[in-house]
């Protein structure tokens, strides 16, 4: 038995790295799965795994119990997720004022989520190289919420070096995951990083000016010691699953602290007179957008699934 972790999940064969560097491909024995939800990968890319060399094939065998993962729901209308990553120590969403447009509910629904497995976010905001003075007004708006609810915002341009500086740093004796829309230049800024690793990326279309979904598995790449990157399939939305509707509000940090003041201990944050969420927003303490994210979220996740 060897044990090693997943570098590439691509539903039906595995990429493994050994514990000596090697990696491997596996396959993997009969059915593994995440206890509770259903997931279409239910081996994804940062696990943990041991595996047996078995009929001249490796095969995964068990998976480790997982540190963090992130999750989504795999389609609009499914019950399935899909885990983009596991065991990471930080989340980068790469995000887009133009080019394409990354909305604030997006941006919303994925820090929620990561809030949800306790794992740190910073939020990316690339391609300023395209903007205009509406776009970097728009970006500075955006920088001013998300920096005062508690994430940290890199404003930046693949094509300017010099504004990778910061970002480069972030990387340091960490796994990170970078997620996002496709076409907001995930794989760009990974080949910037690290040249040698000449990942694929797809121009924008022109008449949607959205990404063309270039990016098909999530694959863990290193760079250098201690540092690992994860480059993943872009997104179209990010579905919430397995967060009860009730908890919803524990993971917007500004609407938790405020909560405590609500007149009725389970208000939900949507109508109920002396709730203290409403009255934050209405004086401009709490943002529109990110109100509006969580009203989206409630509407929504009417079922529990779990
Ligand atoms: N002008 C400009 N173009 C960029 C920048 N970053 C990425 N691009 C371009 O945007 C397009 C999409 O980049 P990708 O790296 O493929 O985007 P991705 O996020 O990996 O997309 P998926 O793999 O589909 O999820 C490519 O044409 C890149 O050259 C930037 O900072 N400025
Ligand atoms: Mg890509
Ligand atoms: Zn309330």
Redesign the pocket.
Same mark, same amino acid.
């Given at each position: 038995m060897e044990t090693g972790v997943v570098t590439k999940s691509t539903g039906s064969w595995y990429i493994v790295r050994k514990e000596n560097g090697e990696q491997v491909e596996c396959r993997m024995r009969g059915k593994l799965r995440l206890k509770g939800s259903r997931t279409t990968n239910p081996v994804a890319v940062g696990d943990r795994v041991d595996m047996e060399y078995d009929r001249e094939e490796y095969v995964i065998t068990r998976i480790h119990e997982r540190r963090n993962y992130i999750i989504r729901r795999s389609t609009n209308l499914s019950k399935e997720a899909h885990i983009i990553a596991t065991n990471v120590d930080q989340a980068l969403l790469?995000a887009t004022i133009n080019h394409p447009q990354t909305p604030t509910v997006f941006i919303d629904r994925f820090l929620m989520t990561v809030e949800a497995y306790n794992i740190p976010a910073v939020i990316v905001f690339?391609?300023?190289?395209?903007y205009n003075e509406s776009d970097l007004a728009r970006m500075q708006e955006l920088i001013a919420i998300y920096t005062s609810v508690g994430y940290p915002c890199h404003a930046?341009?693949?094509?300017e070096p010099e504004s990778l500086v910061p970002f480069k740093a972030l990387l340091a004796n960490k796994t990170t995951v970078l997620s996002?829309?496709?076409?907001?230049? +995930?794989?760009?800024?990974i080949n910037r990083i690290e040249p040698s690793l000449q990942l694929?990326?797809?121009?924008?279309s022109d008449s949607h000016d959205t990404? +063309?979904?270039?990016?098909t598995f999530a694959e863990i790449f290193s760079l250098g010691e201690n540092s690992y990157i994860i480059?993943t399939?872009?997104l179209r939305s990010f579905g919430i699953i397995d967060i009860a509707k009730e908890e919803i509000s524990h993971f917007f940090p500004e609407l938790f602290n405020v909560s405590d003041n609500c007149r009725f201990y389970n208000c939900t944050h949507t109508h109920e007179p002396g709730c203290a969420v409403i009255e934050a927003v209405q004086k401009g303490d709490i943002s529109e957008s990110r109100y509006w994210s969580y009203l989206s979220m409630m509407e929504e996740n009417g079922e529990k699934y779990r």
């Open positions: 790469v690339n391609k300023t190289d395209l930046l341009s693949a094509e996002g829309m496709s076409g907001v230049g +995930k794989s760009t800024l694929k990326v797809g121009a924008i990404g +063309k979904h270039t990016t480059d399939p872009g």
